[in-house]
Every structure is written in structure tokens, then in C-alpha cells.
């Protein structure tokens, strides 16, 4: 069974950092591209970013978060992360971690709060 | 950046009742276009993915349809599962993906 878990949300200060972990089972994580969505709660979802399974490790971010936030992975743990800094309140959202199906995503974790706060 | 924009915000329908959901987007996303379904204090479930291919274990209650700017999503008899959020999502615009900001499907 495919299971997608992140960790490592919480409240953090303006301006400050947090990194989020995915970790992944059931399939062979180095075989797909990975992302994170988010979603304000009570509100639409926004895709954040996205990193290739390959050893190219292949990046892309929303506007967003470029220059802010860094995608990568160790397939060697199955897991994926998010290193989000210069965070803002606006970035307060619950945090996905997904699975790449043709683009789309066809597996997600169960998310992980972000708040943003002073 | 592509917009997608859905409609109704709120649809209220009874169970057995037949669901239209609208999806529009901003340019052509030619059939790159994917339907997932949220319930309260859920993750999101992909039901259609390719504008109008089911998703593994999808009822075939579920249907999309359309190409190019406009999409639907179809449930043809409502079950009592079935009240929820629905979201589209376009992946035409690589390698960024945008989704539309939702329809609340509500029991009426």
C-alpha cells in the first residue's frame, strides 16, 4: 500500500525556517517525481513544488516560494523535504506531500500545518 | 499563469440527484486536465485524471468531459459519500500546475 506521511509542521516566527519530511512506502520512491501542495485552510489548493525521481534532481517552484523554499530528496530514506525560510504569514497553509501520476497526483499524505505567526 | 476558474461555488442537490461541475480555464490546457474530490479534514482523492480517464477505483458514477477551456464533471446519481469539495487541476502549463479554487457540493 502506497503511504505518503509528512512531519516536521508547526508554528514558526516571520522570518523564520522549518523543513518538512515526507516519508514514503510501498513503492519505489526514486521512480517518481515528487510534490508539495498547500492549502490554506477553508480555501483552494496551490501547487509549491516539484523535484524528478531521477539523479538529476530536477526542481521547479511556484513564484511564490522560489529563492525561499528548497525541494530535495534521499531516496536512500525514502523521504522527501521542503526547507522553507524567509517564512511569511502568508505561507500558512497545511502542507502536502504527493505523488507524480502523469503530472497529476495520484497519492497524497494527510498533510502537515504550517502557521505562520509572531 | 493559467486560471481555472469553477462554478457553481456551492452546488445543493439530494442524494440520487445529478451533479454538473464546471471547470474553465484562462487558455487552452488541451485535455491536461485532472478532478479530485476532498472530504473534511481529508486529503484530496484523484477521480479523474486526462480530463475523462478514472483514476484506479473510481465509480463510474464519476465522468469528465470536455477539451481545450471548458470541462465538466459529472456525477450521474448522487451518493451520500459524494458531498464534498471538488477541485480541478491543469497541468498543460509545464512545469507549473494551477488549480481552480473549488465547488463545495452540499446536501440539500
Known amino acids: 500500500e502506497v503511504q505518503l506521511v509528512e512531519s516536521g509542521g508547526g508554528l514558526v516566527q516571520p522570518g523564520g525556517s522549518l523543513r518538512l519530511s515526507c516519508t514514503a512506502s510501498g513503492f519505489a520512491l526514486s521512480k517518481y517525481w515528487m510534490h508539495w501542495v498547500r492549502q490554506v485552510p477553508g480555501k483552494g489548493l496551490a501547487w509549491v513544488s516539484r523535484i524528478s525521481g531521477d539523479g538529476s534532481t530536477t526542481t521547479y517552484y511556484a513564484d511564490s516560494v522560489r529563492g525561499r523554499f528548497t525541494i530535495s530528496r534521499d531516496n536512500a530514506k525514502n523521504t522527501v523535504y521542503l526547507q522553507m525560510n524567509s517564512l511569511r504569514a502568508e505561507d500558512t497553509a497545511v502542507y502536502y506531500c504527493t505523488r507524480e501520476y502523469y503530472a497529476y497526483s495520484d497519492h497524497w499524505g494527510q498533510g502537515a500545518l504550517v502557521t505562520v505567526s509572531s | ?108
Open chain 2, 1 to 108: 499563469e493559467i486560471v481555472l476558474t469553477q462554478s457553481p461555488a456551492t452546488l445543493s442537490l439530494s442524494p440520487g440527484e445529478r451533479a454538473t461541475l464546471s471547470c474553465r480555464a484562462s487558455q487552452s490546457v488541451t485535455s491536461s486536465l485532472a478532478w479530485y474530490q476532498q472530504k473534511p479534514g481529508q486529503a484530496p482523492r484523484l477521480l479523474i485524471f486526462d480530463a475523462s480517464k478514472r483514476a484506479t477505483g473510481i465509480p463510474a458514477r464519476f465522468s469528465g468531459s470536455g477539451s481545450g477551456t471548458d470541462f465538466t464533471l459529472t456525477i450521474s446519481s448522487l451518493e451520500p459519500e459524494d458531498f464534498a469539495v471538488y477541485h480541478c487541476q491543469q497541468c498543460s502549463s509545464f512545469p507549473t500546475i494551477t488549480f481552480g479554487q473549488g465547488t463545495r457540493l452540499e446536501i440539500k
